[in-house]
């Protein structure tokens, strides 16, 4: 089931990694990659730098947002403060679902403009992306800086497929979900009718 939630991926998974004052050995883990990306940039005072990378359905996109969703968790909840009040928890829950939900909610956007379906994943992304993730200078106590702010650029957006799709293969989910979603009075006024009537799309299956 690719919409059960795994325990492996739990807050407590979070906690358990973010409280390691060495990295964890053993198994590699998305959480221990982010947090190790994290210690490092406020040890070495260098930025840092984490590629996702994969074949066609491998789970780079879901990868990207669990190592997004670590470092907002950890820093919002004051997992890396030397102490913490049952109050500074509670807010930085919400902060860090705020954190979390403004970073991830530029992605259905983007996979309707750059998502198609392949042979071998139905929601294919088939452009990269560049997410940066800003922090603010620790406090004090030298310990964990909070996320303030994030920027994000796509680049090699595979452009032939507008015009072109493999047997088997679609174009990118816009142009369905225009002729599909819109009332009637909308495709009226832009001159869109049914998928089947336009040679780009109707090359598909």
Known sequence: NPYKQLECYSNDKIEHY????KYEKGLPHVYNVAEQAYRQLF????NQSMVVCGESGAGKTENAKYLMRHLAY????????STK????MDQGALTSAKIEQQILSANPILESFGNAKTLLNNNSS???KFTKLLFNQPAGDGKGGDIVGSAMETYLLEKSR???????E????????????????????IGIASAEDFYYLNQSE
């Not at 040890?43 to 260098?46: D, R, Y």
């Not at 009040?85 to 500074?88: L, P, V």
């Not at 174009?171 to 006024?189: A, P, T, V, W």
Request: charged share 20%; hydrophobic share 30%; aromatic share 14%.
């Open 18 to 21: 973010a409280n390691k004052a």
């Open 43 to 46: 040890w070495t005072g260098l």
């Open 74 to 81: 950890t820093t919002s909840m004051g997992l890396y403060k």
């Open 85 to 88: 009040s049952d109050s500074s």
């Open 126 to 128: 088939r452009f990269g």
């Open 162 to 168: 507008v015009v072109f799709q493999a047997p088997g």
């Open 170 to 189: 679609r174009n990118y989910h816009i142009f369905y979900q225009m002729c599909s979603g819109l009332d009637e009075d909308s495709l009226k006024e």
